[in-house]
């Protein structure tokens, strides 16, 4: 048997496999550096815009505080709110039961438990109930807990706002459809 046959291309075979090898681990070191500058300028620029959009967010807190401002010295340009009498007489007769002036356990969906965390996050009337956002309700009920994060708030603004301007009779209507408060 000639040995130069059967060495010659065990040796090419071992070469090739080690420049394969050390070529592999060159590129292998390009691919992630890539990565990471590519990663790199995709944060940079999420930083970029978060603080294009905080200046924005302050530049509109600043607008809603100078035309609260103005608003609130040129009292004879601003429309106020309606001021709703409460009926509990009609209230009762309704609901066939005595309803307190503001009790937001009327709304489907809030009992004692979520009124309290209401009336301790500054949710006192149902008028107030009605103007907040239910980001705002959502964000309320996240903080007492995983217990109360389950609830759904997306309907309790629009009944505060019935019971607020005494229409109970649609506000029943309504709540004969939900179920916790949900549609």
């Not at 905080?54 to 600043?62: D, F, P, Q």
Request: hydrophobic letters at 40%; aromatic letters at 6%; glycine letters at 8%.
């Amino acid at each position: 048997m000639n040995i130069p046959c059967i060495l010659i291309p065990a040796l090419v075979g071992l070469i090739c496999g080690i420049l394969g090898y050390l070529i592999g681990k060159m590129n292998s070191k390009g691919g992630d550096d890539s990565l990471a500058t590519a990663l790199q300028a995709d944060l940079d620029a999420c930083k970029a815009n978060t603080k294009s959009l905080n200046a924005k967010i302050s530049s509109l807190e600043a607008d809603l505080v100078a035309k609260a401002n103005f608003t609130n010295t040129t009292q004879s340009f601003v429309a106020t709110a309606p001021a709703f009498l409460f009926d509990g007489n009609l209230a009762a007769t309704v609901y066939n039961k005595k309803i307190k002036e503001n009790d937001l356990k009327i709304v489907e969906g809030i009992g004692p438990k979520i009124e309290a965390l209401m009336n301790a996050a500054g949710i006192n009337s149902w008028r107030e109930l009605s103007e907040a956002s239910t980001d705002k309700l959502q964000a309320i009920l996240d903080a007492g807990g995983e217990n109360y994060a389950i609830h759904n708030p997306t309907t309790w603004s629009k009944q505060a706002l019935l019971a607020y301007e005494g229409k109970w009779q649609d506000l029943k209507d309504w709540q004969e459809n939900l179920t916790g408060g949900k549609e």
